[in-house]
């Protein structure tokens, strides 16, 4: 039994003279022993950034939680979200509601349909008795990190906000096993919550991160859960992909995230589900990754939803995939907003670039902001955010170089629409001389015989990560979003090249889907091509736009099921290479590169050239592959960029 005895002011709780914070100022006695290695917590003060002290107390205890979390993605994070109220144009009228209000705290552990029970804060803005609200549920394995993105609509819409540890994780019961009961769990504690006496029968979700991967995973429910709206925040509801992309697994986002969830899942991640994650590296219909795949399940969406990612985000392709499926499946209202380096924004400090990190803010503030709205059913609060934003609300990156600004003249802005912009597919074709040639009308100056490049790929001594979508391992100094390739392409033994001869006249706008088709060969058993196109400055810069990875032997894989393929030595295979989306004007006098490696690490694994299937990290024994990319008549490998009318990115001057 729990037990909580609060005593605060809720104007304290909410607002302070210079911000809107939530800030949960208490006396609490939480015994916690009967699900935690403790006995009796007792923390008093104030805590900043809407950290609970009873949850914030246990979680300090361990060095590399308080250094990673509570000090750092969750004090970064929190000081975003913070703004988001505090930066609301309703803000003064916000003050005088809540001058001298008084909350309430509940705590509850919640039952399960299997009997574990999850531990559950209810927190309530002033009511009336007998009043009846709405409520916003946040399932988290962050303990008190995100707490907060359920208390801005508290403050907002006078939700009651409802504050969930997901199953093994902190103050809950149970086994964390990465969401994949997360969608049962979540539709109980729904319906938990549309049970009680304080609620109208509406409650909605958010989720940000891994919280927004377990909301997103309640599509596989049939019927439906009845859940009136969500916001998606840097989320995915593709677990393989996201885990093992293009086949590689994500050795520095999947480990490092494992080694960070540690001290709140009592070992687990370490010890049992990383080691799963590994052994089920296939994904199988109807098997081990089924319960978090939301590929093939978009028509189940039955609730409107807002979208908050961004284009060098750890998810943003599979959020971007997400919010087209609901879009293509539902007459539902669908709205997302797209930063620049979302999760990135964690562990980079402004001063390194403050450009984005206003960006980030901005897609917060605005992202929440109309999520509110959205919510509250677009009542007298009025439509402010509405009126500023489209369906698809996106900012628009451009040439710029390592923690500087760019040129506003090309890119940098934010740009709304309501589908997205006619996109004109055309293709950079790898060619003789390590050259490029642009558009099919110049296809014809491949030549007939089948030309190639060769590079070794020796796995003990790969290429490593410079940027991307990135999280964890950009702590490591590995880089976040776009940065300067020139490092890597100094490997000339071990990287093929290929540069746009003339400089681009015009600037050159890309929105959508970029992609590659390789035509390749190895003399390995299997191997990895990865794929990069980047924007050469005149000074040199190499700066990455895109990228992405395929495994040879997966080469016939699709978005339902791992098809494992024979590689012949020096058979030549067309592999497909998806690069994910971008929004990226490359400004005139620049050019464009291709480059072909095989490998990227530690944002992928290691791949050894053996085929070893208990070997996804790639660390046992290994052989130095001798990997060709071909270029012909017959060979075109080539990139796919999704050009656009510079005109059909307009600038929106409201955001």
Same mark, same amino acid.
């Given at each position: 039994?729990?037990v909580? &005895?609060?005593s605060?002011?809720?104007?304290?709780?909410i607002l302070?003279?210079? @911000?809107?914070?939530?800030v949960?100022?208490?006396?609490v006695?939480?015994?916690?022993?009967a699900?935690?290695?403790?006995? &009796?917590?007792?923390?008093e003060?104030?805590?900043?950034?809407g950290?609970s002290?009873?949850?914030?107390?246990l979680?300090?205890?361990s060095?590399?939680?308080?250094?990673f979390?509570t000090e750092g993605f969750g004090?970064r994070?929190? +000081?975003?979200i913070?703004?988001v109220?505090?930066?609301?144009?309703?803000?003064?009228?916000?003050?005088?509601q809540y001058?001298?209000?008084?909350p309430?705290? /509940?705590?509850?552990?919640i039952p399960?349909?299997?009997?574990v029970?999850?531990?559950?804060i209810?927190i #309530? *803005?002033?009511?009336?008795?007998?009043?009846k609200?709405?409520a916003?549920?946040s399932?988290?394995?962050?303990?008190? &990190?995100?707490?907060?993105i359920?208390?801005?609509?508290?403050?907002?819409?006078?939700?009651?906000?409802?504050?969930?540890d997901?199953?093994?994780?902190?103050l809950?019961?149970g086994?964390?096993?990465?969401?994949t009961?997360d969608?049962e769990?979540?539709e109980?504690?729904?319906?938990?919550?549309m049970?009680?006496p304080?609620?109208?029968?509406k409650?909605?979700?958010v989720?940000i991160? +891994?919280? =927004?991967?377990?909301?997103?995973?309640?599509?596989?429910?049939s019927p439906?859960?009845p859940?009136?709206?969500?916001?998606y925040?840097?989320?995915?509801?593709n677990?393989? /992909?996201?885990t093992?992309?293009?086949?590689?697994?994500?050795? !520095?986002?999947?480990?490092g995230?494992?080694?960070?969830?540690s001290?709140? &899942?009592?070992g687990?991640?370490?010890?049992?589900t990383?080691?799963?994650l590994?052994?089920?590296?296939? $994904?199988v219909?109807?098997?081990y990754w089924?319960?978090?795949?939301? *590929?093939?399940?978009?028509?189940?969406?039955s609730?409107?939803?807002?979208?908050i990612t961004?284009w060098?985000?750890?998810?943003?392709?599979?959020?971007?995939?997400?919010? %087209?499926?609901?879009?293509e499946?539902?007459?539902l209202?669908?709205?997302?907003?797209i930063g620049?380096?979302?999760?990135?924004?964690l562990?980079? *400090?402004?001063?390194?670039? *403050?450009?984005?990190?206003?960006v980030?803010?901005?897609?917060? /503030?605005?992202?929440?902001?109309?999520?509110?709205e959205l919510?509250g059913?677009?009542d007298?609060r009025?439509h402010? #955010?509405?009126?500023?934003?489209d369906l698809?609300?996106?900012?628009?990156?451009g040439s710029?170089?390592?923690g500087?600004? !760019?040129?506003?003249?090309?890119?940098?802005?934010w740009s709304?629409?309501?589908t997205?912009?006619?996109?004109?597919?055309?293709?950079l074709?790898?060619?003789p001389e390590?050259?490029?040639?642009f =558009?099919?009308?110049?296809?014809?100056?491949?030549?007939? %015989?089948?030309?190639?490049v /060769?590079?070794?790929?020796?796995?003990?001594?790969?290429? $490593?990560?410079?940027?991307g979508?990135?999280?964890?391992?950009?702590l490591?100094?590995f880089?976040?979003g776009?940065?300067?390739?020139?490092?890597?392409e100094?490997?000339?033994?071990?990287?093929?090249v290929?540069?746009?001869?003339?400089?681009?006249?015009?600037?050159?706008?890309?929105?959508?889907?970029?992609?590659?088709v390789?035509?390749?060969?190895?003399d390995?058993k299997?191997?990895?091509?990865?794929?990069?196109?980047?924007d050469?400055?005149?000074?040199?810069?190499s700066?990455?736009?895109?990228?992405?990875?395929?495994r040879?032997k997966?080469?016939?894989?699709?978005?339902f099921?791992?098809?494992v393929?024979e590689?012949e030595?020096?058979?030549v295979?067309?592999l497909?290479?998806?690069?994910?989306?971008?929004?990226?004007?490359? +400004?005139?006098?620049?050019?464009?590169?291709?480059?072909?490696?095989?490998?990227?690490?530690p944002?992928?694994?290691?791949?050894?050239n053996? =085929?070893?299937? %208990?070997?996804?990290? !790639?660390?046992?024994?290994?052989?130095?592959?001798?990997?060709?990319v071909y270029?012909?008549?017959?060979? @075109?490998?080539?990139?796919i960029?999704?050009?656009?009318?510079?005109?059909d990115?307009p600038?929106?001057?409201?955001i």
């Amino acid at each position: 039994m729990c037990v909580i &005895t609060i005593s605060h002011s809720f104007a304290n709780t909410i607002l302070t003279d210079d @911000a809107i914070v939530p800030v949960r100022e208490s006396i609490v006695n939480f015994d916690v022993s009967a699900v935690a290695d403790t006995v &009796t917590l007792q923390s008093e003060g104030t805590r900043r950034f809407g950290q609970s002290p009873t949850r914030l107390a246990l979680y300090e205890r361990s060095d590399l939680g308080k250094r990673f979390f509570t000090e750092g993605f969750g004090g970064r994070l929190n +000081a975003m979200i913070r703004n988001v109220v505090d930066k609301h144009p309703r803000r003064a009228e916000l003050e005088r509601q809540y001058k001298g209000a008084e909350p309430r705290f /509940e705590h509850h552990m919640i039952p399960m349909r299997d009997g574990v029970k999850l531990s559950t804060i209810i927190i #309530f *803005p002033p009511m009336a008795e007998g009043e009846k609200r709405s409520a916003m549920m946040s399932r988290s394995p962050y303990a008190p &990190t995100s707490d907060q993105i359920a208390d801005v609509f508290m403050v907002l819409n006078g939700m009651v906000s409802i504050v969930q540890d997901q199953r093994g994780t902190f103050l809950s019961e149970g086994e964390f096993s990465m969401w994949t009961h997360d969608a049962e769990d979540g539709e109980d504690t729904l319906f938990w919550a549309m049970k009680q006496p304080w609620s109208n029968g509406k409650v909605f979700g958010v989720g940000i991160s +891994a919280d =927004g991967c377990s909301l997103a995973s309640l599509l596989r429910l049939s019927p439906p859960a009845p859940m009136a709206g969500a916001l998606y925040m840097w989320a995915s509801a593709n677990g393989h /992909e996201s885990t093992y992309q293009g086949g590689s697994f994500r050795a !520095g986002l999947i480990s490092g995230w494992m080694v960070l969830q540690s001290p709140l &899942t009592h070992g687990v991640s370490l010890q049992k589900t990383l080691p799963e994650l590994l052994k089920n590296w296939k $994904l199988v219909p109807g098997g081990y990754w089924e319960q978090i795949q939301g *590929p093939g399940k978009w028509h189940m969406i039955s609730w409107p939803t807002v979208h908050i990612t961004a284009w060098y985000d750890i998810f943003s392709a599979h959020q971007i995939n997400m919010y %087209n499926g609901f879009r293509e499946s539902s007459k539902l209202e669908h709205r997302i907003v797209i930063g620049a380096i979302g999760h990135c924004i964690l562990g980079l *400090p402004p001063k390194d670039d *403050p450009l984005l990190d206003i960006v980030e803010s901005r897609a917060l /503030e605005i992202g929440y902001g109309f999520a509110s709205e959205l919510f509250g059913g677009f009542d007298e609060r009025g439509h402010i #955010f509405r009126d500023k934003l489209d369906l698809i609300n996106i900012y628009v990156l451009g040439s710029r170089t390592s923690g500087r600004r !760019g040129d506003p003249k090309v890119g940098h802005y934010w740009s709304s629409f309501s589908t997205w912009p006619n996109v004109d597919e055309q293709k950079l074709f790898l060619a003789p001389e390590k050259s490029l040639i642009f =558009g099919e009308n110049n296809r014809k100056n491949l030549r007939s %015989n089948d030309e190639y490049v /060769e590079y070794l790929y020796d796995p003990k001594s790969p290429m $490593l990560t410079h940027g991307g979508n990135n999280l964890v391992i950009h702590l490591l100094g590995f880089g976040c979003g776009s940065e300067d390739q020139r490092e890597v392409e100094k490997r000339t033994d071990s990287i093929a090249v290929f540069d746009l001869t003339e400089k681009l006249e015009h600037s050159l706008a890309l929105t959508g889907h970029v992609k590659a088709v390789l035509y390749v060969s190895t003399d390995a058993k299997d191997t990895d091509f990865h794929v990069s196109l980047n924007d050469v400055h005149p000074g040199g810069h190499s700066m990455q736009i895109r990228y992405g990875l395929r495994r040879l032997k997966l080469r016939e894989s699709n978005e339902f099921e791992t098809v494992v393929s024979e590689v012949e030595p020096n058979v030549v295979y067309k592999l497909e290479v998806d690069m994910w989306f971008i929004s990226y004007i490359v +400004a005139a006098g620049h050019k464009l590169r291709v480059t072909v490696t095989s490998s990227n690490t530690p944002y992928f694994a290691i791949n050894a050239n053996l =085929g070893d299937d %208990n070997d996804q990290y !790639g660390l046992k024994d290994s052989q130095v592959a001798k990997n060709r990319v071909y270029f012909s008549e017959r060979y @075109a490998s080539h990139v796919i960029l999704p050009i656009v009318n510079i005109e059909d990115l307009p600038k929106n001057e409201h955001i």
